[in-house]
Nanobody, 124 residues
């Protein structure tokens, strides 16, 4: 079992930046990919970004390309989501997820472990 703890959320004005962190603990040795999803009120949870922890390849949702970057720190078992040029529509709870079943993951069903989420609010 892998435990995930997100941090770094908060309130920011449109155009600003935030850096989310996700710290993994427990049985992390077999984790092959980690990702970020978000869920706004009344909406379904949607994919934001993921990273292959073996090869470091990344995947970004079209809404994140050009503004967000996902990266990982193997030594600290931590994954980051750098979010720049934030927009009000980025407001959501952001969830970290991990999987040991695949290195390329974008679907919720592909992830085994989830964090509790961190709130990101972007004011206009």
């Amino acid at each position: 079992q892998v435990q995930l703890v997100e941090s770094g959320g908060g309130l920011v004005q449109a155009g600003g930046s935030l850096r989310l962190s996700c710290a993994a603990s427990g049985r992390t040795a077999s984790t092959s990919a980690m990702g970020w999803f978000r869920q706004a009120p009344g909406n379904e949870r949607q994919f934001v970004a993921s990273i292959d922890l073996v090869g470091s390849a990344t995947i970004l949702a079209h809404t994140a390309r050009g503004r967000f970057t996902i990266s990982g720190d193997d030594a600290k078992n931590t994954v980051f989501l750098q979010m720049n040029m934030l927009k009000p529509e980025d407001t959501a709870i952001y969830y970290c997820a991990a999987t040991s079943r695949t290195r390329v993951a974008t679907l919720q069903s592909e992830f085994d472990s989830w964090g509790q989420g961190t709130q990101v609010t972007v004011s206009s």
